[in-house]
């Protein structure tokens, strides 16, 4: 099913992208004109302008990432089950699996190394004084807080792993941090349907099989929505986000917001041009409007969705292939979060004044990847695990306070690289069973 229609007059991905512009140059315009300076209390014009974007502007943006979410599950549970139990063999299945983890190894390790280097070249922790560090961190020191209180209830990584089996899957479905559950249990489940007689799984099958194209038709309407609920959403970012805390924290955004623009247009083209035979113009002609929702909802789960259809409409992939591989992606391939997060946790240590070794750089290389592994794939997802990275090298997570203030934008550019990864896997996948993408 097509998202983007041929009928006359602009394409979705068009539209999308002008509600982006038009949002953005509004949240903008009415900060520039209107916003305090940085730590006074928000009056006059401008604290209308923050209730309308609190009250009104952000309920819209969320209900349109409502109407994604609501999809999502299952989306996930029916196109695993179907992608595994379409694979024909528990073999096939093992072999389909262990490249899948393998891809999401290399590339999140990849992306994590050209965060430290950025960082340890640039430094942009260095040209933040004492001062403007106090400063910001008073501004947004109640979030931090509440960041800091959610990852302390974080978990163990042993019992992480135990918490992958769900006792309940119906609580599992519900609870977008316990993901995984619902997907452990969909390859179990498609793992038995492959061993059982076809009579016997047919009708799941088939019942799975209608449940995701209705839930492709329900997308499809949703998305007409986008331009709307991407305008909201970027335009309840832009306006409260303060130029000043821009201003402050320029190098950090700019080292931040540059390693994952490198890593998206240099090391994902190259990727799919070297696993996947994609050149680069057919490439982000084919996953435009995957990259614009990706942006505009800074969700891997609610973008779940666009993502398959991108990969089998748009480039031929095989269901079963596709619906194995992004929903595990989805959850566990998370390549720009890992990015955001070693060039996050440098930068705080050089404000902070502490110097890291080699071995700490390791250590942040591979808390990164399992953090990433770990973050829940929705807006902010990565921010409670972050605190615990910074633990660990030494760092007061209450310097957290330093990034929120630009989050929100550098959370919208680390969706892009983490769902276009898993748009490669599957190319690179699908093309080493030997199937014909489109060209």
Sequence with gaps: MELASPSKGLSLPTKILLG??????????????????LGQPATGTYAGVVAFADGVVKPLGDLFLSLLFMVVVPVVFSSLFLGVAGLGSVGKLGSLGGRTLLWFLVTTSVAVLLGLLLVNWFEPGRAVT?????????????DASKRIGQSQQATGWVQMLVDIVPRNVVAAAADNGKVLGLIFFALVLGAAAIRAPREKTKPLCDLCEALYDLCVRVLGWVMQLAPYGVACLIFHATAKLGLDVLKLVSLYFATAMGGLIVYQMVGITLLAKAFAGIAPGRFYRGCRTLIVTAF?????????????????????????????????????????????????????AQVAGVDLSLGQHALVVGMAVLTAIGAAGVPGGSIPLLAIVLTQVGVPPEFLALILGVDRLVDMTRTVPNVTSDLVCSLWLARREGVALKA
């Design 130 to 142: 004492p001062e403007v560090a106090a400063q910001i961190k008073a501004q947004y020191a109640g």
């Design 296 to 348: 505009s909802t800074s969700s891997s789960n609610a973008t779940l969705p666009t993502t398959i259809r991108t990969a089998t409409d748009e480039f031929g992939v095989p269901k079963e292939i596709a619906g194995f591989v992004m929903p595990l992606g989805a959850t566990m391939n998370m390549n720009g979060t890992a990015l955001f997060e070693g060039v996050s946790v440098l930068f705080m």
């Design 20 to 37: 982006l512009v038009l949002g953005a140059v509004a949240g903008v315009t009415l900060n520039v004109l209107y916003a305090p300076p």
